[in-house]
């Protein structure tokens, strides 16, 4: 018998249930936002999803007893993962998906852990495994499969979503260099509104605001899901998921939102599932689950 304490079959189908809660928000947000973009423009959903993510992560901050303060040593690389993390990767994707189908820019955006692998090693000094090396071959011959032989000469949207995928990696190395000294939730609320601010003022001098009157009952569902469900509510359970399951686990568990960020927008927007599609999918994921599972104890 093993000498740890068994987790209860209730914690353990909670912490699944979570998981599969969250890979559906954070997937079904791609043709979500695909969707309210046919009626709201790109820097006018950002500001206003920033900013309803920022008042309402702070203040379930609040309400959970943690402090929103954040040591001043914190500052600069809490604003360089929000720049990364938040404000360059939310703008590329929803500029991307004016120029491209949905579908395709949810699989280049997953090779996030493909450019992160690469940028720890001179950042971080960690020097990929075999394992992970082979996750790296998988991950560029998907994105090579999925761009074909005119590679960035598609339009702006592949080469925007590139930028994301690269931004979010570089957000990621900022996140795991830094020892953070305030809570996590304050450090991403805290994102959140460094990324409104200028969101905020350029939606407010380029833009138009939209008549929401005229919106169609699935923009406002979409609308709905995007602000609600994938900004604050995956959020909040992707917290808790972390505290329950070791960061491999939980990195592990991300494999699902691409395929339902597929599956969504071949279901919901009539994306064309194209051979090089599924082929690109799968030698993605093979590539990502290469990098973030374990080795094997010899």
């Known amino acids: 018998m093993s ?11 909670t912490k699944y249930l979570m998981l599969l ?14 969707t309210i973009l ?11 999803g920033f900013s309803l993510g920022a008042v309402i992560i702070l203040s379930l901050t609040r309400l959970t007893g943690r402090s929103l303060s954040i040591p001043r040593r914190d500052w600069p690389s809490l604003a360089a993962a929000g720049v990364c993390n938040v404000l360059v990767f939310n703008l590329c994707t ?35 495994r075999r394992q992970q090396i082979a996750g790296l071959v998988c991950g560029m011959a998907g994105l090579a499969v999925l761009l074909g032989p005119n590679g960035l000469q598609q339009g702006f949207g592949p080469g925007l979503m590139l930028i994301a995928a690269v931004s979010w990696a570089i957000g990621t190395i900022v996140m795991k260099r830094h020892v953070w000294g305030g809570a996590v939730m304050a450090v991403t609320g805290w994102q959140y509104v460094i990324s409104a601010v200028p969101m905020v003022i350029l939606a407010a001098l380029l833009e ?9 009952p699935q923009v406002w569902l979409a ?14 359970l992707w917290f808790v998921v972390v505290s329950r399951v070791s960061v491999g686990q939980a990195a592990v568990s991300t494999l699902l939102i ?15 599932l194209t051979p090089a599609l599924v082929i690109a999918l799968g030698l993605i994921l093979t590539g990502v689950a290469c990098v973030l599972l374990p080795a094997k104890k010899r």
């Not at 079904?28 to 695909?34: E, H, Q, S, Y």
């Open 94 to 128: 929803a500029f991307a998906q004016l120029g491209m189908a949905t579908s395709r820019a949810a699989v280049i955006a997953f090779t996030m852990p493909v450019w992160a692998t690469l940028l720890a090693i001179p950042v971080l000094k960690e020097w990929p």
């Open 258 to 272: 691409p395929v339902v960020g597929v599956t969504g927008s071949v279901v919901l927007l009539g994306d064309t």
């Open 38 to 48: 046919s009626q709201v423009p790109p820097l006018t959903l950002r500001a206003v």
């Open 3 to 13: 000498g740890g304490a068994a987790t209860p079959p209730g914690r353990s189908l």
């Open 223 to 236: 609308i709905s899901w995007h602000l609600l469900l994938s900004l604050c509510a995956a959020q909040v």
């Open 21 to 34: 809660a969250i890979s559906l928000f954070w997937g079904l947000n791609w043709p979500a936002v695909k």
């Open 208 to 216: 138009t605001p939209p008549d929401p009157s005229g919106f169609p």
